[in-house]
C-alpha cells in the first residue's frame, strides 16, 4: 500500500465509505454506475497509464477528458490544459503512451470542434 498524505488518505477512505453504505444498502443500487470525474496535469499521463485497461477519448463542458470503465462505474480524467497548451499536453502524452496521446488529441479535438 501506498504511503498517502492525511488528505489524500480521507480521500480514499471515503470512497470505501460510499462501497460500504451501497453494500450494506444494496436496495439504494440504481442500474447505472458511479461516474468519478478527476482533474489530472499533463504530467499525470504516466499515472493513466499505470492503471492499464481502455481508455477512451471525450470531450464535455468545454474539457478534453480521457475515461476508463470498471464495470458500471467510469473514471473520467480531465486534463487541465490551464497551464499549457493542448498541443504542449499531447505532446506531453505522447512521449509517455501514444495510445493516452492519441485519445486527449481526439478528445481535443471533438472540444475544438
Known sequence: MA????????????????ADAFEAHPELIG??????????PPSAV???????GAWTAEANDGSPRIVRKFGPH???VV?????????????TAKVINDEIAQAI?????????
Open 31 to 40: 442500474t447505472g454506475g458511479a461516474y468519478l470525474s478527476i482533474w489530472w
Open 105 to 113: 488529441a481526439t478528445a481535443s479535438a471533438l472540444v475544438a470542434s
Open 74 to 76: 467510469r473514471l473520467s
Open 46 to 52: 504516466a499515472v493513466v497509464r499505470s492503471l492499464g
Open 79 to 91: 486534463v487541465s490544459t490551464s497551464e499549457t497548451t493542448e498541443t504542449q499536453t499531447v505532446q
Open 3 to 18: 504511503d498517502l498524505t492525511p488528505e489524500r488518505q480521507e480521500w480514499v477512505d471515503s470512497l470505501r465509505e460510499v
